[in-house]
């Protein structure tokens, strides 16, 4: 099933919630995670954001 949203991910910290656009990638939201964190996870995405995309598109079947 597609999302109708773009590409994007979730990330649970376990105080709360945030995220991601990944195609360009911002902060879609956060909920309860500390602005440091928020950084040190935005860091993590651009590093990984090529495996993510190839990711999110395996797993809404559009075959990008």
């Known amino acids: 099933m597609r999302e ?3 590409p ?5 910290t376990g ?3 945030c ?9 879609a939201r956060s909920r309860g995670v500390a602005p440091a964190q ?3 996870i935005e860091r ?3 590093e990984h954001r090529a495996r993510l ?3 999110y598109h395996e797993h809404h079947g ?3």
Not at 8 to 12: E, T
Not at 19 to 27: G, H, T
């Open 53 to 55: 995309l190839e990711k």
């Open 38 to 40: 928020v950084r040190k």
């Open 15 to 17: 105080d709360g919630e």
């Open 44 to 46: 993590l995405v651009y």
């Open 4 to 6: 109708p949203n773009p």
């Open 19 to 27: 995220k991601f656009w990944l195609d360009p990638i911002s902060l």
């Open 62 to 64: 559009d075959g990008n």
């Open 8 to 12: 994007h991910i979730h990330v649970d």
